[in-house]
C-alpha cells in the first residue's frame, strides 16, 4: 500500500482518477467476478503501481452480453452523433495527455517524449474515425435485368472483440476502437497484463466523452487464455481484431474458425532497413537510428536487419554504432532519455540469447551487447553487430529489442532477394538515390508498408498492415473503416 502512494506521488498526475483498478464493464469500474487481483509493474524501478482486476471468461460473457445490448442502440445513433462522441474522447485524450503519457511511461518504460508521442498518435484515430463516421458510403449498381436495381449497404458488423499488446498500450486500443466506434459497432477489449492502466485510463474518458454503457469495455486479465477462449468462441462477437505476435495470431486465428468471425490480425515483422551505395548516409543512419530504437527496439515494424551496400558499409558502421552508442538510457520519466527499460525479464533475455548467438557465429560487437547496470535492471543496452551472416538467429527472428545486425551486400537483385527470405511482411525501409532503381525496390519489396528514404511508415492517414505471416488487414486511413463493416447487396425486382 506504502508502496502504491509513493508511485502516485512520483506520477504527479493531475487527474488521480485516471489510475483505474477495476474492469470497466457496461459503464462502470467492477472487481473481477472473483474478486482476484494481479500486479502491474514499472519495468524501470520493478516497484508495483497498482493491484488490477482479474477478470476471466465470466467477467467476459457479462462484457459481451452487455455490448451486446448497448449496440442495439449504438447502431442507431447517425454517423454525425457517433463522430460528435469520438470527437469529445480524442479532445479529451489531447487535454490529459501529460497525465495518459506519465501513466504510459510508468507502466511500459518508454521514454516520457514518446508516450506523450504515442497519446497524440492514438488520439490521431479518434479524431480521425470522429470524421470517417459520417462517410460509411454505399453503392448503386445499375441492374442486370430491367425491372431489377441493386444497391450496397455499408452496415456495423456487430460486437467486436479486441485484444491489444503492451508495447503501444494507448494507440494499439485507439486504432481498433474508433473506426469500430465509428462504424456502429460495440467493442470488449483485453488489453495486455503488463500494461492495463493505460486502457482503464482511457475509459474513464470514454465516459466522460458520453460513449454510452456497454460501448466500450476493458477487461484487464493476467488469464488471457480464458478470456482469449471466450472472446473467440462466442457467437455474439463478431469480429476479432488482433494486435501481437505471429504465434498467438494463428491460434486466434484457428480458435475464430468454429464461428467464422471476421478478423483483422496485426502481426510480427522482420523489417529490412537497405541502404544503397548513392544514399545520403548521414540520412540513413539517422533513419536507422530512429527506426531501430524506438521504444527499444519494441514495435513491430522496428528495423530488424540492416543491409548495407558493400560501397559504403565501413563507413556506414561506423557512424551508425557512434549514433546508437550516444543514446541516452535510464528512467523514461528522466528528460532526455531516448531508451528506456525493456518491458520484462523474459526480453531481455531473449535479446541476449540473439546477440550471443550472433557473436558465436563471427558477428563483431560495435557496442552494447549487455544490460546497464545491475543483473536486475531491464536496460539492455543499444548493440550494432557488424558483418552479420543469414546463418545467425538476428536474420530470421524478430528480434523486438535495441540490437541491429549489420548485413552486407553487393547488388540490388541479392537485396531484394534477401530482405524477401521471411515469411513476414510487414514494414520495410530503404535508402538511395537512383530514381528508377527507388522504384523497382518498392515494387520488389514483399511487405504491406514500405517507406523510402523515411524512416517511419505510421501515420492515422495510411493504411497500416502486413502481408504474408505479417497479417491480414488494415489499421487507420479510409481503409480502416471498411474493416468494422458489413457489405449488404440490396436487390430490389419487380420495377416495371
Ligand atoms: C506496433 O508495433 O504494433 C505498431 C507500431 C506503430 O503503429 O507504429
Keep these: 500500500m506504502i508502496r502504491q502512494t509513493y508511485i502516485v506521488i512520483q506520477m504527479n498526475l493531475k487527474r488521480t482518477d485516471l489510475l483505474q483498478k477495476g474492469a470497466y464493464i457496461n459503464g462502470q469500474f467492477v472487481q473481477a467476478d472473483s474478486a482476484k487481483t494481479f500486479p502491474v509493474y514499472n519495468p524501470f524501478s520493478g516497484e508495483m503501481i497498482a493491484e488490477v482486476a482479474d477478470c476471466n471468461g465470466d467477467d467476459a460473457k457479462v462484457a459481451i452480453d ?12 447517425t454517423g454525425t452523433k457517433r463522430g460528435k462522441i469520438l470527437r469529445r474522447w480524442y479532445e479529451l485524450q489531447i487535454e490529459h495527455a501529460k497525465d495518459l503519457a506519465t501513466i504510459l511511461t510508468i507502466e511500459q518504460g518508454k521514454p516520457l517524449a514518446e508516450s506523450v508521442g504515442e497519446i497524440r498518435y492514438g488520439a490521431s484515430f479518434v479524431e480521425w474515425f470522429a470524421e470517417e463516421a459520417r462517410r460509411a458510403y454505399g453503392d448503386v449498381i445499375p441492374g442486370h435485368q430491367r425491372d431489377k436495381r441493386i444497391m450496397v449497404i455499408k452496415q456495423p458488423v456487430g460486437v467486436v472483440a479486441a485484444i491489444t499488446p503492451w508495447n503501444f498500450p494507448s494507440a494499439m486500443i485507439t486504432r481498433k476502437v474508433a473506426p469500430a466506434l465509428a462504424a456502429g459497432c460495440t467493442v470488449v477489449i483485453k488489453p495486455s497484463e503488463l500494461t492495463p ?51 498467438v495470431g494463428k491460434l486466434l486465428l484457428r480458435q475464430c474458425a468454429d464461428t467464422v468471425k471476421k478478423v483483422s490480425m496485426e502481426l510480427g515483422g522482420n523489417a ?39 560501397g559504403i558499409y565501413d563507413e556506414f558502421i561506423k557512424k551508425f554504432a557512434e549514433a546508437a552508442e550516444n543514446q541516452k538510457i535510464g528512467d523514461g520519466l528522466k528528460d532526455g532519455v531516448t531508451i528506456g527499460p525493456m518491458v520484462e525479464e523474459k526480453a531481455v533475455a531473449s535479446v541476449q540469447h540473439l546477440v550471443e548467438d550472433a557473436i558465436s557465429q563471427g558477428a563483431t ?16 543496452l543499444p548493440t550494432v553487430l557488424a ?10 527472428t524478430e528480434i523486438f529489442g535495441p540490437v541491429a545486425p549489420v548485413f552486407k551486400f553487393k547488388t540490388e537483385e541479392e537485396v531484394l532477394r534477401l530482405a524477401n527470405d521471411t515469411p513476414y511482411g510487414l514494414a520495410a525501409y530503404f535508402y538511395g538515390r537512383d530514381y528508377a532503381r527507388l522504384w523497382r525496390v518498392a515494387e520488389g519489396l514483399e511487405y504491406g508498408m514500405v517507406a523510402i528514404n523515411g524512416s517511419s511508415v505510421s501515420t492515422t492517414v495510411a493504411p497500416f498492415g502486413g502481408i504474408k ?8 486511413s479510409k481503409y480502416g473503416l471498411e474493416e468494422y463493416l458489413e457489405m449488404k447487396q440490396i436487390m430490389w425486382a419487380g420495377i416495371e
Excluded at 203 to 218: Q, R
Excluded at 276 to 294: N, Q, Y
Excluded at 387 to 396: D, G, L, P, R, S
Excluded at 469 to 476: D, N, P, Q, V
Aim: proline share 4%; aromatic share 8%; with cysteine.
Design 66 to 77: 452487455s455490448a451486446a445490448v448497448a449496440f442495439k442502440i449504438w447502431r442507431k445513433f
Design 197 to 247: 492502466l493505460s486502457a482503464l485510463a482511457l475509459a474513464v474518458l470514454a465516459t466522460e466523452a458520453g460513449i454510452p454503457p456497454g460501448v466500450f469495455n476493458v477487461l484487464p486479465t493476467n488469464d488471457a487464455p480464458s478470456i482469449g477462449n471466450e472472446m473467440t468462441s462466442s457467437r455474439i462477437v463478431r469480429k476479432l481484431s488482433f494486435t501481437g505476435s505471429t504465434a
Design 272 to 310: 529490412p532497413f537497405i541502404v544503397f551505395d548513392d544514399a545520403d548516409i548521414d540520412k540513413a543512419v539517422e533513419g536507422a537510428i530512429a527506426s531501430k530504437f524506438r521504444n527499444a527496439g519494441q514495435t513491430c515494424v522496428c528495423t530488424n536487419r540492416v543491409f548495407v551496400q558493400e
Design 365 to 380: 560487437q560495435l557496442c552494447g551487447g549487455k544490460r546497464h547496470g545491475d543483473k536486475d535492471s531491464l536496460i539492455y
Design 387 to 396: 558483418h552479420a551472416t543469414t546463418e545467425m538467429k538476428v536474420f530470421h
Design 469 to 476: 505471416e505479417s497479417g491480414i488487414g488494415r489499421e487507420g
